[in-house]
């Protein structure tokens, strides 16, 4: 280069020096605060765990009788017993579930309902939206004081049921340990 | 050099620079996905594309800016720089990529055409944080493509190289464009400690080497002023009239090499060639490069950088080529080199001046590569063998550097929302379809346990929108209650679903009307924090579907119609809350909040819930920044 232009590729280098880093500190030091922290509305508060003092009985993989298999069911529920009789689940998300509109179900059903698009049978009772990470908890119906049931996971965009797992309400009237199939 | 224009003159070294150039950028745009998808399960293929696109370009532009003054510090980075108006092209061919790319994600199939939405969608110009950081990169991009378009050596002849330099130097211009186009865009999204990290290093690096470089260049001139005064005092022999200037001794110039003086303002080089002293301008006709610091070979002054060639007595290049550079009288007297200032014309022949007998013995024999075995011509065959190692090291630093960005990217990057768009799969729902506050369907949910006191609804709410850009209310107008089938694809986040229709997605069915509306239910005055986005991008058309690099997208989307959300980010593991935004009156207000979109901000208003819809109902100009 001549010796102008290297004056000039000079001068240019060092004021972008100067303003450069000035300007991308001033960027840096803008940005706006993420995530912004709102406490959520009395109403819409998770219904969370209630109860306390009930027995709590975790509803674990029966081998054989739940499908498709431990690793496919997305949920950690418990059974809950309350001193009257009634009883209650309880449920959180491992995480973020990847399916439109799911939505937690009990099943009288003796039979293991199956998982897929068969769709859902006609006396299911709905529980509640699963979503998120923080417990829900939702009252069993009066018929599950004396069947066992199931839980049923489904999702209303793909019309599926995702997964189940079967309860055992006499496991839960017994000792604690053995609980929820 | 220049003989016939042709559109690259091929050789074996520009093909095998080539080639790696296209294999590092291949090999960093894999790395790229491969991070991104391992880290990353929900990022979306346009994301990945886009943003790999962009900081490749990025990065190749670091290391183009690099290349100079690593050149001037340490010459065996020259072959870096004889090609390196390719990597120049290639890098603008990226930029290209991402800014179309950009171009058609946020800005087209809107009410807008997107270029029109793309240079005045954003108008924030009050303040740096929303500040369009788009047009610095519409800025920048329109430079690389001025500077990739006159690139060839038929531009370079056309508007002359002091012009083309010119020219060229506006690659700093873009360079700080650019720099502020990430920092002002991607960066006001990124909350890790370390994003910044890459780009600040980065800044360093190109200007400290350019700094570094520039003031060796700035002490050489220096200390070649000095060598060579002005002035009778120390130009012995110096003729009446003219001040010749003493450039060195005899001895200090080695054969086929020359000194470098500063003589009348500008560097001239002194070649000892053949038994004889020959001056010529030291800067070179083709870019400005060093003829002081080049050689003679096969009887030819050639010039370092890109191996032009000029004889030594003319300044002519070697027929058929044309170029020509100015030439200098040269005398020796007292065993001083002596340099008459005065440039004659580019190509004019003088004859040389010869060397005293006791210091021009030898110099008959021609040169070889022996004398210097590490001085590259990129036009030969071969790198010269002591090059090798080094230039292989480069290119393997280089490529790892490149590899470890990829990764730093993806590692720094935010995390993505588990969003879903179904895109190629449609569906068939059933439902009632609603029209107020925004067009949403009624899937009823199957079962007991539903809208019977158990606090459930007794149907899940999927708010309606059309495709591309635009909203569904004219799709659904007069159909409010009405039991409808709807087709269309599933949008899905966290509990939150959003249905696009498909063209003639939205049929009344002979049930006529359906169920009445839910009750709403009043849930309170609220102060909530969150930012305005569309409906539709932020359930997961987009991902990211917020924030500020998706700011100019939720505009034209919400200009377009599609329901305004507020969404609010979930705490301690509840999911994120996302009202629908209306007016106190219950009215749309998107056009209301096009200058808020995608900021931080604290609203508070009445929140209602109609089945298990949400709906805040606030005042525009009531909205506050978040704190």
Known sequence: MTRAARGRHRATLTA????????TALAVAARPPRPMASPRPAGLAPAGVSAPGATRIPVAPSPG??????????????????GDGTRRVEWRGHGPLRRPDVLLYWSPAAEAVAVGDAGLPEDVWLLGEVAGTAWQSRALPEAARDRPG????????????????????????GPAGGGAR | MTHAYRAVGWNRGKRLYDLVLAGGVALYLAAFAAWHLALHPDVTAETILIRGFGSAALILLHVVLCIGPLCRLDRRWLPLLYNRRHMGVTLFVLALLHGALATFQFHALGDQPALLSLLTGN?????????????????????LFVMAATSHDFWLSQLTPPVWKALHMLVYAAYGLLVMHVALGALQDARAPAAPLPLVTGLVVVLGLHLGAGWKERRGDREAARRAPRGGEACAGAEAGRDWADVAAVEEIEPDRAVTACVGGERVAVFRHAGGLSAVSSVCRHQGGPLGEGRVIDGCITCPWHGYQYLPESGRS????DERVPTFAVRVADGRVLVDPRPRPAGTPLPPAPLPA??????????DDEDDPAFFIGWRPRLPRPLVRPVRRAVAGLLLLALLLAATRALVSEPFAPAVFEFGRSSRFEGTL???PAPRLEVPRPGRGAGTGSGEPGASSWLLVAEGKWGAAERVAGLDGRTVAVTGTLVHRQGHTVLELAPDGVAPLDAGAGPPAPAVEDLGHVALSGEIVDSKCWTGVMNPGEGKVHRACAIRCLSGGIPALFAVPGQ???????????????????????DMVGEPLTITGRLTRQGDQLVLSADPSAYAPAR
């Open chain 2, 572 to 594: 301690d593991g509840a999911p994120p809350l996302a009202p629908l935004l209306v007016d106190v009156d219950g009215g749309a207000v998107n056009h209301r909040v096009l």
């Open chain 2, 123 to 143: 108008g924030r110009t009050d303040a740096l944080a929303p500040f369009p950081f788009e047009l610095l990169g519409v800025g920048g991009l329109l430079i």
């Open chain 1, 16 to 23: 972008l020096a100067v303003a450069l880093p000035v300007l």
């Open chain 1, 65 to 82: 009788a739940d499908a498709p298999g431990p690793a496919d069911w997305p949920l950690t529920a418990r059974l809950v017993r309350r």
């Open chain 2, 358 to 367: 006791s210091v021009s013995r030898g110099d008959e024999a021609p040169s």
């Open chain 2, 318 to 321: 070697p027929p058929p080529f």
């Open chain 2, 434 to 436: 609603r029209e107020h």
């Open chain 1, 150 to 173: 199931q839980l049923l996971l489904y999702s209303l965009g793909h019309a599926r049921v995702l997964a189940r797992r079967a309860l055992d309400l006499a496991a839960d009237d």
